[in-house]
């Protein structure tokens, strides 16, 4: 098991370590003249020199990458003209908007989208997984007909148009809920759960609708297995064998799934922010590419990279306690 984790630790590091020469590569080296984009369209050529100066832009590129790379493990110094001020790490930059460190400006915004996402996903896994073993449970039935109809038409909807008939239903129809207004948790957790109530049920919906077909079809190919049918040989109910037995093996493939959109979901959650007024990661990143804040973005996007890495990490060792098999790949 200590072997198995390493080595996916060590791919880990080289994966970030390689989103980073992309990053790099593509926001800072790609467009041309970042010095312009930093000062702005209406800079004199003497302002531009001046930012190029400051940014160390006339630098080779590899040193240039290198002291990109030196802030993100130990920090690193940005001059603003007439002072120096120190970045601390993980330092991914300084806007070039509001001049706030990255950093300092994503974690402002992380337990926003942290919120939004760890709820969502807390119900579209219930949702989808139990969805998907009563559908494979009820095969040929009544019961697998609908949910299966469910399910398609789930994966075929916009996330927006379920926000909206959310809102426009118990908002403003039958007034159940008060319109959707994020409250930070540690100021009131009542109204905290409420506000986000509707987002999490929007990207619940869509989302577990997926995880509801997957499940299904991993639950029959596993319910075809030899095991099972030994099982059923020797009179173990249906219940336990597809609770205990079916469910196990068919997990594998939600885990990976899972694993890849929970991670992603703190970068890719643009719409359902955008939709509900949450002030959270997906929208500010849109802001920033609307200004050419390339800092911003390049610390938004290596920070969704880095919580894709992570959820597949942990996925990694979930695989390990669902099938030992796993650690000896």
């Known amino acids: 098991m200590t072997g198995f984790l390493l080595r996916r630790l060590g791919g880990a590091v080289f994966v970030l370590l390689s989103l ?6 593509v926001f800072y080296v790609a467009p041309g003249d970042v010095a312009q ?26 040193t240039q990458y290198w002291h990109f790379l030196q802030g993100i493990v ?15 790490a993980p330092c991914l930059g300084v806007s070039y908007q509001s001049d706030q460190q990255v950093m300092k400006l994503i974690l402002t915004k992380l337990p926003v989208t942290g919120s939004l996402v760890i709820g969502a996903f807390v119900l579209w896994i219930l949702l989808g997984v139990g969805t998907g073993v009563l559908s494979a449970w009820r ?10 109809w469910l399910t398609l038409a789930g994966t075929a909807t916009p ?4 926000g909206l008939l959310l809102i426009i239903i118990f908002c403003s129809t039958l007034r159940w809920l008060p319109s959707p207004t994020y409250v930070p948790f540690t100021e009131n957790p009542e109204q905290w759960a409420w506000g986000l ?31 099972v049918r030994t099982f059923r040989a020797y009179g173990v109910g249906e219940p336990a064998i597809m609770g205990r037995h079916a469910l196990r093996g068919a997990l ?10 929970f991670g992603s979901m703190f970068g890719g959650a643009v719409l359902t922010e955008s939709l509900f007024g949450i002030p959270g990661i997906g929208r500010e990143l849109v802001h920033a590419v609307k200004v050419v804040d390339l800092p911003v973005v390049v610390g938004m996007v290596l920070v969704t990279g880095f919580f894709v890495v992570l959820a597949n990490a942990v996925a990694d060792m979930l695989y390990a306690l669902a099938d030992r098999r796993v650690v000896l790949s």
Request: net charge negative; with cysteine; proline share 5%.
């Open 197 to 227: 109530l509707l987002p999490w049920v929007s990207l619940a919906l869509i989302e577990s609708a997926k995880y509801a077909r997957l499940t299904r079809s991993s639950m029959l190919e596993t319910l075809a297995d030899d095991h």
């Open 37 to 62: 984009i930093a000062c702005g369209p209406r800079c004199s050529p003497a302002q531009v020199a001046q930012v190029t100066e400051q940014l160390r832009l006339d630098d080779p590129v590899y």
């Open 74 to 88: 130990a920090g690193r110094d940005f001059s603003t003209g007439t002072a120096t001020e120190h970045c601390s």
């Open 159 to 162: 996330v927006f148009v379920i």
């Open 20 to 25: 980073t020469v992309i990053l790099y590569a």
């Open 139 to 148: 095969r040929g039935r009544i019961t697998e007909r609908v949910l299966t």
């Open 252 to 261: 594998a493939p939600v885990i990976a799934l899972s694993a890849l959109d």
